[in-house]
């Protein structure tokens, strides 16, 4: 277990997995701008020593499969999967005689040292205090992080909420944005259990005490991510991790407890009866702006610190950045739960990071039954927050699902696009821009499993070997000149699979369009799938492709099926993953910009690189994506 956050950065540092910057860097906009350099060329942590603060500030700390892993204390991730069940199979497993009922007895107590432990007096989190006027936001280097954000956020808070009719602790990640010295928002948003907590004493009519941790032994600023259900404790969890007990110590002005060995605390709360507060936008996860809206207002009561704090920060934005590997963690450990206590069938699951977590999970099942696929896919749409999955992609075999070339060529043999493609509808993530409707919008599952004769179409339907297919590009083009790119080079790959970046001139034009390219040409005859996508998008970079279409398409509203003509024929269907506007699409929301880098911070950056000590030069990443940004600012601009 690490002491304390300087713990950690000591550790990272023996390991080589980190760089001191003595250069003065701005925390608007320029210690964001190098992160996301580092991030995307698989660079280290980065402790800024000279933030302008009293403070330096530590980000990009977990952002490697190597420092995820030293930061949980693993050699690998899945030892943690591991470990979780076996205890699983402990716990549940046949106790038929007193001798095994005697030798579960040690486990059980185990699981009770997990649980945090109550410390009195002070902790080292609370050396250094400030209260009430001198409790000032500003002593911290809080990033603004990219050049629409509504301004500075706390980016790598630990919140601590409790439920007021229970106790029972709640600790979230939530971004909190800086409007003066002892006020922020809380961007808690609905379907997560601080927001339910609000709620509760917003009907008491009960003022909501809040506390903020900040670094710390890193497994706690994890647990906060980690999606527990409301009543199981992410100390916990944190307990179980590093086999010892979090200790915790009571807050100066609020009746909360916090981890003792944390580098900072903020205390405060949240009137709930108070007006809310005007936040965002915020450059998101997803790779696009969140766009403002109403959120409660906390209020500081307290500043404490340890000496010698370090501050805690992140960036989000294109992927891939470090919560990528934050992620990967998560996928890791929580494959155990799902499977040990709801779908035993799941053999493995990935959530590949362009899919931006929510957005695309691939499970891999053991296949036992017709409409087995659907078992799971219902399963997981109703667990906890997989029910934010936008996309599911089922197979069953010995498929190696993180090597996405294999997966696409099993998927792509396997299914029939007019029976294996199921749409539905429910709950999606509020960062979801897609959806006609806020946080409710369209789901797909994709069965790629190898089919039952139940489960078939036909058996008589043929399956074209696709290396011979070609696509004539200049007669494509010359006919629908609104097709701007074409990239066929996964039917080499025999991926039934062709992506058209697209630049949109009226209503209806994918569907139209879509027509026109499988009955008035035969160069689609054998495609199973198209993707269409903005013309702004590199349909050649598959990664890319992957995170601009899985944020713009709602699959149950954005798809368009060719059924098949014969029980000889395959079908075929498309996907709009283009921008949706009101012109064209008669979308009636905001749409949100990508998130870059503006030429400015990008020319400070670039001027005192040399300084920096980070080796040879790396160009921003926002001058490939540039060309991607839509005339608007934060919020797309109609035309």
Request: aromatic share 8%; net charge negative.
């Amino acid at each position: 277990m690490y002491k304390n956050l300087q713990h950690f950065i000591d550790t990272l540092e023996q390991a080589g997995e980190l760089v001191r910057i003595s250069t003065f860097v701005d925390p608007v906009l320029e210690i964001a701008e190098i992160t996301d350099r580092m991030s995307k060329v698989d660079g280290p942590a980065l402790l800024f020593e000279n933030t302008g603060t009293d403070f330096p500030l530590l980000i990009n700390s977990m952002g490697s499969e190597k420092r995820i892993c030293l930061a949980l204390g693993v050699k690998h991730l899945d030892d943690i999967k591991n470990e979780i069940e076996a205890l699983f199979k402990d716990l549940a497993g046949p106790k038929n005689s007193l001798l095994d009922k005697l030798m579960l007895l040690p486990k059980l107590g185990k699981v009770g040292s997990w649980m945090p432990k109550l410390r009195s007096g002070r902790g080292e989190c609370q050396e250094i205090i400030y209260q009430g006027e001198a409790a000032n936001l500003e002593m911290l280097p809080i990033l603004k992080c990219w050049v629409h954000d509504g301004g500075r956020f706390i980016t790598l808070p630990a919140i601590h909420t409790k439920d007021p009719h229970t106790g029972t602790r709640n600790i979230g990640m939530y971004r909190m944005q800086v409007f003066d010295q002892q006020l922020t928002g809380m961007h808690w948003h609905q379907h997560k259990v601080s927001a339910g907590h609000f709620q509760a004493y917003k009907e008491m009519g009960k003022r909501m005490p809040v506390a903020v941790a900040l670094g710390g032994d890193p497994v706690h600023t994890y647990c906060a991510t980690a999606p527990l259900p409301p009543n199981v404790d992410e100390y916990m969890l944190a307990g179980f991790i590093r086999k010892k007990q979090v200790e915790l110590v009571k807050c100066l002005t609020q009746d909360m407890y916090v981890p003792a060995d944390a580098d900072i605390i903020i205390e405060g709360y949240v009137e709930p009866q108070e007006e809310l507060i005007w936040e965002g936008p915020f450059g998101d996860h997803t790779g696009y702006y969140s766009l403002p809206d109403y959120y409660p207002r906390f209020h500081v009561t307290a500043i404490t610190h340890r000496r010698n704090a370090v501050y805690p920060a992140t960036i989000v934005g294109i992927p891939p950045q470090e919560d990528a590997w934050i992620g990967k963690a998560t996928e890791r450990i929580f494959i155990a739960p799902i499977k040990m206590t709801m779908l035993p069938e799941i053999q493995d699951m990935d959530l590949p990071i362009h899919g931006v977590f929510h957005n695309l999970t691939i499970a891999r099942i053991k296949k036992s039954f017709s409409g087995h696929a659907q078992k799971v896919m219902n399963a997981m749409w109703g667990a906890g927050q997989m029910m934010f999955n936008k996309i599911l992609v089922v197979v069953d075999g010995d498929v190696v699902i993180s090597n996405y070339k294999a997966l696409a060529q099993y998927v792509s043999q396997n299914i029939d696009p007019e029976t294996d493609f199921y749409f539905a509808s429910g709950p999606m993530d509020v960062l979801d821009h897609s959806c006609s409707k806020f946080a409710f919008g369209g789901k797909l599952s994709i069965d790629g499993t190898r089919k039952t004769p139940e489960e078939l179409r036909s058996n008589d339907i043929v399956a074209p070997d696709l290396r011979s297919v070609r696509i004539d590009k200049t007669v494509l083009q010359l006919n629908f000149p609104e097709i701007v790119d074409i990239n066929d080079s996964l039917l080499q790959d025999n991926i039934s699979v062709v992506i058209l970046g697209i630049k949109k001139n009226r209503k209806h034009h994918i569907q139209q369009l879509n027509q026109q390219l499988f009955h008035l040409t035969t160069f689609f005859q054998h495609i199973k799938v198209v993707v269409y996508v903005e013309h702004t998008v590199d349909v050649h970079s598959i990664g890319d492709v992957v995170w601009t279409f899985t944020n713009n398409v709602d699959p149950r509203r954005d798809k368009y099926i060719v059924s098949a003509t014969s029980a000889t024929d395959i079908s075929h269907i498309a996907l709009d993953g283009t921008r949706k506007s009101r012109q064209y699409d008669n979308f009636d929301r905001d749409w949100p910009n990508i998130i870059v880098a503006d030429e400015a911070t990008i020319a400070a950056v670039d001027a005192k690189w040399r300084d920096l000590g980070l080796g040879d030069f790396v160009s921003s990443p926002s001058l490939k994506y540039r060309k991607m940004l839509l005339q608007g600012g934060a919020t797309v601009e109609e035309v």
